[in-house]
């Protein structure tokens, strides 16, 4: 094992090992992977050139679409490529300083993608509670400066991940049962971060609907109450999507350790980060109606052109 100059238990690379246990598996468990990778990438950008390219699209709630679209993108392409790697051609070596940036990102991308789920959650708050304001309160400067406040706070939270595991003595080697560098921080200070981002957004988001149960619940007219109540349905769902593996990849490894075998850890977190980005774009195209017809009038579109020519 090499090391890095100057230092004599840091080590130049690391090894991953991919799936322990499931290493005569790994071709096979890499095909619904590279498929859910291939549905999230194309899912998401037709998304976002959906988004950009129908102005009846142009209104806050959508911003935030395409901003968690863009967010799963960078999320699921920060690990999917590199453990694609090591279940096709068993390139398991991983430089040192890019084992600490995918770490990074993997963690910033990730406290991104819980924190536009809970500014989605604010802006059907506004939607619903005062839609008479909604487009006044919500505005593109304002929606700009949320998410990047949004990043910032990843950004500000994570750095100190990178920074704690590189002063770290690695006296047991330098092999990482895993499909990419995760899990190599102060248990601690990952807890403390995990509450302040995914416990803050939680709190927001049940908070928020609970004054639209409360708003829609006082509508006289049951349409009313149904309309409201559709207008919240996707963003639920990709609620449900994006913390269901993530409390059960977070508790398990932390308190579940010993019962849990690690090859169902691995895979859960890979689908924890791979999940929300192949569902969320089928959900807001199933659940959405403006989404649904700006699809099909884009499709006709196209096939008028077609026609023409």
């Known amino acids: 094992m090499s090391f890095l100059n100057g230092t004599s238990l840091t080590p130049a690379s690391f090894i991953l090992n991919g799936i322990p246990g499931l290493e005569e598996a790994h071709l096979w468990i890499s095909s619904p992977l590279c498929t859910m990778y291939s549905i999230a990438i194309t899912g998401n950008f037709g998304l976002m050139y959906l988004i950009y390219s129908e102005e009846a699209l142009h209104r806050p709630m959508y911003i935030f679409l395409a901003l968690l679209s863009f967010t799963d993108v960078l999320m699921c392409t920060s690990t999917l490529p590199n453990t694609l790697c090591i279940l096709w051609f068993n390139l398991k070596e991983i430089d040192f300083k890019a084992c600490l940036a995918q770490m990074f990102f993997v963690h910033t991308f990730t406290g991104m993608e819980s924190g536009v789920l809970m500014l989605m959650a604010l802006d059907r708050y506004v939607a619903i509670c005062y839609p008479l304001r909604y487009a006044t309160i919500l505005t593109n400067a304002v929606i700009a400066r949320a998410g990047l406040l949004t990043f910032l706070r990843g950004v500000i939270l994570v750095i100190p991940f990178p920074l704690l595991t590189k002063r770290l003595p690695y006296c047991r080697g330098n092999v990482i049962p895993h499909t990419y560098c995760d899990h190599m921080i102060n248990a601690i200070y990952g807890l403390m971060v995990a509450l302040l981002i995914g416990g803050f957004d939680i709190l927001c988001i049940t908070i928020s609907y609970t004054m639209i ?97």
């Open 213 to 309: 149960l409360r708003a829609v619940v006082s509508l006289s007219s049951a349409d009313a109450r149904q309309k409201a109540f559709s207008t919240c349905t996707a963003h639920i769902c990709a609620i449900v999507i994006t913390y269901v593996p993530a409390f059960f990849t977070f508790f398990t490894h932390r308190f579940g350790g010993h019962t849990i075998p690690p090859h169902i850890h691995i895979i859960m977190a890979n689908l924890y980060l791979l999940m929300p980005p192949t569902m969320n774009p089928i959900v807001y195209g199933v659940k959405t109606k403006q989404i649904r017809e700006s699809v099909i009038r884009f499709l006709l579109k196209g096939k008028d052109g077609s026609h023409n020519i």
